[in-house]
């Protein structure tokens, strides 16, 4: 899988959340997540919650040609780590 980041939004959220982009990539590796669209303006975007140890994250992301362009990731919010709970236990 291929993915692609801004150099200047991976900076940005590193000082934000205190997490690199690059280790949002740890949930496209099979595990179990939940993923719904999140649309911005004329763009698609998905957000996708999952568990990375055992805490929770969750990665804003969009499809770029056949690169999955990672946009955020932060500390998944009450609300998704509730409906992650109720899907996968």
Do not use: C
Not at 62 to 81: H, K, M, Q, V, W
């Amino acid at each position: 899988m291929l993915f692609a980041w801004d150099p200047d939004k991976r900076d940005i959220n590193r000082e934000r959340h205190k997490l690199d982009l690059l280790d949002a990539q740890l949930l496209f590796d099979g595990r179990p997540v939940i993923t719904y669209p999140s649309p911005r303006d004329s763009e698609l975007r998905f957000v996708s919650t999952g568990q990375i140890g055992p805490k929770f994250y969750s990665v804003v992301w969009t499809e770029r040609g056949e690169a999955i362009r990672l946009i955020s990731f932060r500390r998944a919010r009450d609300g998704e780590e509730r409906a992650y709970r109720a899907r996968f236990g």
